[in-house]
């Protein structure tokens, strides 16, 4: 059940495998757009005194994409906040059941998000609301990131479950 990238990472089947390199080929992808787009408008601003106006809104959604993929991509890789002093003093059965009621708490609150988060979502779609800025987003756009995010989480977090029953193969 030791997730320590030394011994290689567990993974419950090429259906993970494939959902986290989507998120990490998106994750760079919006890295990248980020980057780009602060250096745009900081050469904009410092060379012709003059503001792309839309950069501003852009990057908050990209924030919220990065934070929400960035901490699925954490807790499936096992980087994600864990308090070792507390938990490596349990035997390995202690681990496991720790880890088990952790991750069905968490996929409860999870649903919870998701279902929240896309009500909002589908409010927003439903009456038309528009972000107050330069682009004039729809704002059910930006607010999909939310139960994207939630959903992702929950995937790792069932992956975490099911490796609490052993059987899966290490990668090195």
């Not at 993970?16 to 980057?35: E, H, N, P, R």
């Not at 602060?38 to 919220?64: D, H, I, K, P, Q």
């Not at 909002?120 to 038309?128: D, I, P, V």
Request: glycine share 8%.
């Amino acid at each position: 059940m030791n997730n320590d990238c030394s011994q290689g990472r567990a993974s419950a089947g090429p259906f993970f495998d494939v959902i986290a390199a989507v998120a990490k080929l998106a994750t760079a992808a919006v890295l990248i757009v980020l980057v780009l787009l602060v250096a745009g408008e900081s050469l904009s601003r410092s060379l012709f005194n003059y503001s792309l106006g839309f950069v501003e809104e852009v990057t908050g959604y990209c924030v919220v994409m990065l934070t929400f993929f960035g901490a699925a991509i954490a807790m499936r890789s096992g980087s994600l906040f864990q308090v070792h002093f507390l938990y490596d003093s349990l035997p390995e059965r202690g681990r496991v059941w720790v880890t088990r009621f952790f991750v069905l708490a968490a996929l409860f609150i999870c649903a919870v998000l998701i279902w929240k988060t896309s009500d909002l979502m589908m409010s927003s779609f439903g009456r038309g609301k528009f972000a107050p800025t330069v682009l004039r987003t729809p704002l059910w756009i930006p607010q999909l990131l939310m139960p994207v995010g939630f959903g992702l989480i929950g995937i790792f977090l069932a992956e975490q479950f099911l490796l609490t029953f052993g059987g899966f193969k290490r990668e090195s």
